[in-house]
């Protein structure tokens, strides 16, 4: 069964920092990996979706890595703002779960202060 | 353009009423989703259409009931819920169900409250 994880749950950084926020999956057998903001009490936004057989993809100041085989992806926020505040969710698209469903973990609650 | 529009934004019901919640996408889509989200939780898939038919049902009650009228539009008709059914319920779709390399989309949501 496939499991999403995101660590940290939350984290809190000045405004200006580069930060890194992770996310691991346990069966490597996916689609793509989906990022996502959310703003309190919002839909959810998608920043950035990576095909299993890409490595990364970029959009502006967000860079996002994917490593199918160790179950690992990262979202760089680079110069991060006030604005950047939100939750940020990873999702999997899995080959084996019905449908190719998104899996989606908790989520990292980012405080970026000014 | 890449929206998807739910309506009402809030919705207050009792326990007795019968009520409906909208979503619309003119994307050209052909694969629509309703989900289910707590607070601080992820969203939780209920239902999946797939070419204006029913393709997965997450073992939802059947106080919930979905339609799909046409490929731009999709309900969720709202029957005896329970307090526990407070949520916020997003809409979202995809160009195609069946190509699982797509990106989905969502809505902003209704915020549902059982009173």
């Known amino acids: 069964k496939q499991e999403v994880t995101q660590i940290p749950a939350a984290l809190s950084v000045p405004e200006g920092e580069n930060l890194v926020l992770n996310c691991s999956f346990t069966?490597?057998?996916?689609?793509?990996l989906q990022w996502f903001r959310q703003d309190p009490g919002k839909g959810l936004t998608s920043l950035l979706l990576?095909?299993?057989?890409?490595r990364e993809q970029t959009s502006g100041r967000l860079n996002a890595s994917l490593d199918k085989s160790s179950g690992r992806s990262t979202l760089y926020i680079a110069a991060s703002q006030p604005g950047d505040s939100a939750t940020y969710l990873c999702?999997?698209?899995?080959?084996?779960?019905?449908?190719?469903?998104?899996?989606f973990g908790q989520g990292t609650e980012l405080s970026v202060k000014p | 353009d890449t929206e998807v529009t739910q309506t009402p934004k809030h919705l207050v019901m009792g326990m007795t009423n019968k009520k409906s919640l909208k979503c619309e996408q003119h994307?050209?889509?052909?694969?629509m989703y309703w989900y289910k989200q707590k607070a601080k939780k992820p969203p939780e898939l209920m239902f999946v259409y797939s070419y204006e038919k029913l393709s997965i049902n997450e073992s939802v009650p059947s106080r919930f009931s979905p339609e799909c009228p046409n490929s731009s539009l999709l309900n969720l008709h709202l029957h005896a819920l329970q307090p526990e059914d407070s949520a916020l319920y997003l809409c979202?779709?995809?160009?195609?169900?069946?190509?699982?390399?797509?990106?989905?989309?969502f809505g902003p949501g209704t915020r549902l409250t059982v009173t």
């Open positions: 990576i095909q299993s057989s890409q």
């Open positions: 999702a999997v698209k899995g080959i084996y779960n019905q449908g190719g469903k998104l899996i």
């Open positions: 069966d490597s057998a996916i689609y793509n």
């Open positions: 994307m050209g889509h052909r694969a």
């Open positions: 979202a779709s995809s160009q195609d169900h069946r190509a699982f390399t797509y990106e989905q989309y």
